[in-house]
């Protein structure tokens, strides 16, 4: 059968599926996996790295020791053994609980759609950072919501607007049903979300009954400066989400989510109707990997890689790119967020990029309401160093060019007003 049919079939679509769409990602992704490209663009963890072996003494292990369980269903609160070992990864990030206060999850992404599903009525108001997780934008959407962005700055969101919204939200008698963050090492943003800003999240949150969801994948990922206590250690009222992909491997496909006990349980009857339950299989992998105590060196050398990659794009950026450019200074994560001049649309420069063999996603993905045309992602994770300093030096080559474009045209449509007054005097 023909892949690219009619689709004769529209009529019989829920309105849901008019919101899906294929992602800005997915779709660049597939041209910038040419490997003349040198790609910016996809948050994809570096896991070359990685020595297969412990992989294949974890798989064996795992079925040799359990093997039959590993082959089975598993519950959907996700399995015990592995749990114990999130339960001391969470103690050390400050957040005491016990195997039965989170579940695990087909990644982290699965845990955005569960929180889609149960809470958002089409027409239902909730709150994200602008600019904002792709993936968690793109989860929420499909349950029809309406999207009230909060701007977020080098500190993170901007708790002085989010209150002023949530006042005139009150005053018109609307209660968002929740509000989305990534407070470390922000996706695509770069920043992380001030001590300071985080307490007042909280007073903010208790004074207007806001639920928090605190989305975590990086928080591990930390180049220098002290950890700053997570929203969920501040509060046990905020749903808290983490994953394997960023600090393991993402093919796994594991994460979890954390929720005050009635609404774990609605996140779990979601699930079972879902998948049924998370990979019995690699989840014994991962906690036979975990029982030979082999994460925390494979995360210091993943956190050295990181943090040398993003050492050489900051240096690239400063060596190659033009004044009229800023971008964030992350200290752990994935990314660097930049802002070129407002008359640049990053979405239409994204074609002379790829001519030049370079990628980054364009801001515009990232914000809620379509703004954003004139950021750009910029992913160090991936590509060596070598590649990071070619690719934003043939990046800057492409920015210039729109600069100079902008100036020359801008020059022509300036000199018949000059000869007119010219002209007049
Ligand atoms: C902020 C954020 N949340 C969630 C995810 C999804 O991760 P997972 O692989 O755990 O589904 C990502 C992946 O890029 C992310 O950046």
Redesign the pocket.
Known sequence: MPKYQFDKWTDLYANRTGRLKSSAIRDLLSVTQRSDIISLAG?TPYTRDFKLEKIVSATTACMLNQGNDALQYGGSEGHVGLKKHIVKMMSADGINVDTEDFIV????????DLIGKIFIDPGDVILVEAPS?L??LDAFTCYEPKVVSIPLDEDGVRVDELEARLRELAAAGIKPKFMYL?PNF??PAGVTLSAERRRRLIELSREFGLLLVE?N??GRLRFEGEDIPSLRALDEHVIY??????IFS?GI???WIMAPHPILEKIIFAKQSADLCSSSFTQRVVEEFLNENELDPYLNQLVKTYRSRRDAMLAALDEFFPPEATWSRPRGG?FVWARLPEFIDTTEMLAEAIGQKVAYVPGRAFFADGSGANFMRLAFCYPSEEDIHEGIKRLAGVVKDQISLYHSVAGLLRAPAQTEEKAGN
Do not use: C, E, I
């Not at 999850?105 to 955005?112: D, H, V």
């Not at 989400?241 to 960023?246: A, G, H, I, N, P």
């Open positions: 948050g999850t087909g990644g982290s992404q699965q845990a955005l997780y993936g968690a990534v922000h996706n989305d994948p990086y989400l983490s994953t394997f992909s960023k993402p496909r594991l994460g994935f």
